[in-house]
C-alpha cells in the first residue's frame, strides 16, 4: 500500500470532507489531523519534519492510501517527490471567508501555559486527549512553520495565497486537481478515474462540528 492521493489544501478548505470522500471512493485509509490521536508516535516525526529531518514517509504512512489536511498539505513537495505517481488535490476556499472559518476553529490553541495545566488534567479526563496529543503538532507544523508564529489576518491571508499560487506553480498539471468541495463529487472522480457513486457528498467539520 503506498499513497496515491496528497491533499495540498490548507486546513477549513474542505479538507475533512475531502478525507471522507477519498475514503468512499477506495483510497483509505485517508490520514488527515484527526489520525495523530490514534498514532501518539507520529507527534516527533511531524516535528522532525518541520525541523527539516528526514522522515521515513513509507512508516508514517503505513496502511494508508491518501493524506490531507496538516499535517500533510504543509510537506506536499517532499511527498510528492517521494510518491511521485501520486495525484494532488488543492482545495480551495474564498480567503476572507476561510480566514473567519480559521480564526474561529484551528488558530485557537489553548496558550502554552494552559496547556500544562491540560496536560496534567488529560491523565484523569481521556476527553482531552486528543488536545493534548494534536497540539505540538499544530503549534509547531502549524503555527510555527507554516505560519511563522503570525497567524494576523494579513499574514495568514497572505500565507494562504502564496501556497495555493505555490502550489498551482509546482505541481504539473496533469497531477493536480485545483477543487472546491462544493462542487462535489463529479470533478473529483473525473481526476481519479473512478465511477461517481450514487452517494452525498460528505459535507463534513463545520465551525460547529470544529467547537462540539
Given at each position: 500500500?503506498?499513497?496515491?492521493?496528497i491533499g495540498a489544501g490548507?486546513g477549513?478548505?474542505?479538507?475533512?470532507?475531502?478525507?471522507?470522500?477519498?475514503?468512499?471512493l477506495?483510497?483509505?485509509?485517508c490520514y488527515?489531523?484527526?489520525?495523530i490521536p490514534?498514532?501518539?508516535?507520529?507527534?516527533?516525526l511531524?516535528?522532525?519534519?518541520?525541523?527539516?529531518?528526514t522522515?521515513d514517509?513509507?512508516?508514517?504512512?503505513?496502511g494508508?492510501?491518501s493524506?490531507?489536511?496538516?499535517p500533510?498539505?504543509?510537506?506536499?513537495?517532499?511527498?510528492m517527490?517521494h510518491?511521485p505517481?501520486?495525484?494532488?488535490?488543492?482545495?480551495?476556499?474564498?480567503?476572507?471567508?476561510?480566514?473567519?472559518?480559521?480564526?474561529?476553529?484551528i488558530?485557537?490553541?489553548?496558550p502554552?501555559?494552559?496547556?500544562i495545566?491540560l496536560?496534567?488534567?488529560?491523565?484523569?479526563?481521556?476527553?482531552?486527549?486528543?488536545?493534548v496529543?494534536?497540539?505540538?503538532?499544530a503549534?509547531?507544523?502549524?503555527?510555527?512553520?507554516?505560519?511563522?508564529?503570525?497567524?494576523?489576518?494579513?499574514?495568514a491571508i497572505?500565507?494562504f495565497?502564496?501556497h495555493n499560487?505555490?502550489v498551482?506553480q509546482t505541481?504539473?498539471?496533469?497531477?493536480?486537481?485545483?477543487?472546491?468541495?462544493?462542487?462535489?463529487?463529479?470533478?473529483?472522480c473525473?481526476?481519479?478515474?473512478?465511477?461517481v457513486?450514487?452517494l452525498p457528498?460528505?459535507?463534513?467539520?463545520t465551525?460547529?462540528d470544529f467547537a462540539?
Amino acid at each position: 500500500m503506498t499513497i496515491r492521493v496528497i491533499g495540498a489544501g490548507i486546513g477549513r478548505t474542505g479538507t475533512q470532507s475531502l478525507k471522507f470522500a477519498l475514503e468512499r471512493l477506495g483510497f483509505d485509509k485517508c490520514y488527515h489531523m484527526d489520525e495523530i490521536p490514534k498514532n501518539p508516535s507520529h507527534v516527533p516525526l511531524w516535528i522532525d519534519a518541520a525541523n527539516g529531518k528526514t522522515v521515513d514517509w513509507d512508516a508514517l504512512f503505513d496502511g494508508y492510501q491518501s493524506a490531507v489536511d496538516l499535517p500533510p498539505f504543509a510537506f506536499y513537495p517532499e511527498l510528492m517527490a517521494h510518491y511521485p505517481e501520486a495525484k494532488v488535490i488543492l482545495t480551495l476556499r474564498e480567503p476572507e471567508e476561510w480566514y473567519k472559518s480559521a480564526s474561529q476553529t484551528i488558530f485557537r490553541l489553548p496558550p502554552r501555559p494552559l496547556m500544562i495545566v491540560l496536560r496534567l488534567v488529560s491523565l484523569f479526563n481521556s476527553k482531552l486527549k486528543p488536545l493534548v496529543t494534536i497540539e505540538p503538532v499544530a503549534r509547531k507544523v502549524g503555527y510555527e512553520y507554516v505560519f511563522k508564529n503570525d497567524v494576523s489576518r494579513e499574514n495568514a491571508i497572505n500565507v494562504f495565497n502564496q501556497h495555493n499560487d505555490k502550489v498551482r506553480q509546482t505541481v504539473p498539471p496533469e497531477r493536480l486537481l485545483v477543487y472546491d468541495v462544493q462542487q462535489g463529487w463529479e470533478p473529483l472522480c473525473n481526476f481519479l478515474n473512478v465511477p461517481v457513486p450514487n452517494l452525498p457528498f460528505p459535507h463534513k467539520n463545520t465551525r460547529e462540528d470544529f467547537a462540539s
